[in-house]
């Protein structure tokens, strides 16, 4: 299987349903920092679940709040990331 | 087929009125070339409002002829942008091109003082290729007024004068001006346009129903957009004049209640246990949801403050404020919201909201909503008293949700509340009408999944 870097995947995800955020703010919290909304926060789990092929569950959100913590969830669990 | 029938059958694309503050708008891109055969519902142009760039939709099946207007040129709204010769109609590009002063609401033609009654005349038109043109376009010459050198009729005089002429009131022209209408469209019979023609119209252009959508190849929508911050200026002005125009005109009231979420949010917690992300429901949807039902229970409440009086909306389309990170607001418009289950109505939401903030919104999701909700349920806000957004007479807002002590069965417990608040234009509808609607609002998100 093809390996994708998990920080490539969440970026494209971005770019997908935010545009205007910028990656390179890796640390900085989606939502409080960035102004996602849950509208923005839900399409962006959705449209990495869909590039990565896995799922995450809801109980795993809270402690996805930056783009490095996304990128650090895929690598552990999305085989395509590893 | 005589020279100029192809040019009878043609059918302008015009700049559409993209809202009711619009006054002229450019293309920013064309994504059709001459040429192209479209169906009616396609994205055919990105057009730029001083609000932002929206996909424009064309309404008929035909062949593109000719694109009279660049990309980049700032234009009236009603001025003819293309030229499309209807399905069975043989294109002629030699008459399709030829010089047709552009048809323009915004600037309107002086009032035509006389309606043409076709008199024994003699023609004054010499040619006979131009006689047989002006028999073909089904024009009177005898009462043309030629433009030509002596008076002569050109060739230009009979297709300007075979463009269709209707008498238009001017209450109509205002109204028509006011709410966007392409006065071409409307149906008044053999009569003249007047105000209720137009009045009609609107009402019906908010019972439209969603139209058919074409994907456009992905590399069509690449192209620059304009800059941002020039974009975020123009978005300001807008907001503001609407704003202000509001604020001047609409006798707001406002009335609020507090609604316990608690078996709101338990159903919902219920319903997304064993959904992914893509199907979750939030509970932004619920409330949309609930709105939109409470604005049937309440009809009065829903439609649009027309010309000194309600006319109430023929289903609910319901407006969500979208919040820019960029700076300012869209309200896309989630058509039929009433007729829709929750599922339906979370889609779409979630599909109008990032295609509001990814710049890819279509012309026909904006605009005649029947009424508007505004969540600040993310930030720290407990309550907001919104602006109602002319001409419709409601607007329902909504605060975060957050914890706040309960009085309930004689003890105080700790609840899930979300503040609302429905404002109300006094001209069109009392504050009596707005509590039943706060009411019918809270029993709809007890039971969010009927």
Not at chain 2, 124 to 149: C, F, I, K, W, Y
Request: charged share 20%; glycine share 6%; aromatic share 4%.
């Amino acid at each position: 299987m093809k390996s994708f870097d998990p920080y490539e995947v969440v970026n494209a995800a971005l770019a997908d349903i935010a545009p205007d955020v910028d990656p390179d703010e890796t640390g900085a919290d989606l939502h409080d920092d960035l102004g996602l909304d849950s509208m923005d926060m839900l399409n962006l789990a959705a449209a990495i679940s869909e590039r990565a092929g896995i799922e995450i569950p809801e109980c795993d959100y809270p402690a996805l709040r930056t783009i490095a913590q996304l990128a650090a969830y895929l690598g552990e669990h999305a085989p395509s990331c590893r | 087929m005589p020279d100029g029938a192809a040019s009878l059958a043609r059918v302008p694309f015009t700049m559409p009125a993209l809202g009711a503050d619009m006054d002229e708008g450019s293309i920013v891109e064309w994504l059709v070339a001459e040429g192209a055969h479209v169906h009616r519902g396609d994205v055919v142009a990105v057009v730029q409002t001083d609000k932002n760039d929206l996909d424009v939709e064309v309404f008929a099946d035909g062949t593109v002829t000719e694109l009279v207007v660049p990309p980049g040129e700032k234009v009236p709204v009603g001025t003819v942008l293309a030229w499309l010769a209807p399905n069975g109609a043989v294109p002629n590009t030699t008459v399709a091109s030829a010089q047709v002063p552009p048809v323009s609401l915004a600037a309107p033609a002086p009032e035509p003082a006389t309606v043409y009654e076709p008199t024994a005349g003699e023609s004054h038109v010499t040619s006979p290729v131009l006689r047989h043109l002006a028999e073909a376009l089904h024009v009177d010459t005898a009462h043309l007024q030629g433009s030509g050198r002596g008076g002569r009729i050109t060739r230009d005089d009979i297709e300007h004068a075979a463009q269709p002429r209707r008498r238009i009131s001017p209450r109509a022209r205002r109204l028509a001006r006011e709410h966007g209408v392409d006065t071409s469209t409307l149906e008044s019979g053999t009569h003249a346009v007047v105000g209720e023609d137009v009045l009609r119209s609107v009402s019906m252009l908010a019972a439209t129903d969603v139209r058919p959508v074409m994907s456009v190849p992905a590399q069509a929508h690449v192209a620059p957009r304009r800059d941002r911050q020039v974009a975020a200026v123009e978005m300001r002005r807008a907001i503001s004049r609407v704003m202000t125009k509001a604020w001047q005109e609409i006798p707001h009231y406002q009335v609020a209640t507090r609604i316990d979420l608690q078996r709101c949010l338990e159903s919902l917690a219920a319903l997304n246990s064993d959904r992914t992300a893509a199907t979750r429901i939030l509970p932004a949807a619920v409330f949309a949801h609930a709105a939109a039902r409470a604005a049937t229970s309440v009809p009065e409440v829903n439609g649009h403050w027309l010309d000194g009086s309600f006319v109430a909306g023929s289903s609910v389309h319901l407006g969500i404020v979208v919040a820019l990170r960029t700076g300012g607001l869209l309200a896309p418009v989630i058509r039929h919201a009433a007729d829709k289950d929750l599922f339906t109505v979370m889609d779409e939401m979630r599909d109008l909201v990032t295609r509001a903030r990814t710049g890819r919104l279509r012309a026909s999701e904006i605009g005649d909503a029947t009424i508007t909700l505004t969540q600040l349920g993310e930030g720290e806000v407990d309550a907001v008293v919104p602006i109602i957004h002319p001409p419709q007479v409601a607007i329902l807002g909504l605060g975060a949700i957050h914890d706040e002590p309960w009085a309930h069965d004689g003890m105080l417990a700790v609840r899930p509340v979300v503040h609302a608040t429905l404002c109300g234009d006094h001209r069109a509808v009392d504050g009596r009408l707005g509590s039943l609607f706060l009411a019918s609002f809270t029993r709809f998100l007890q039971e969010p999944t009927s």
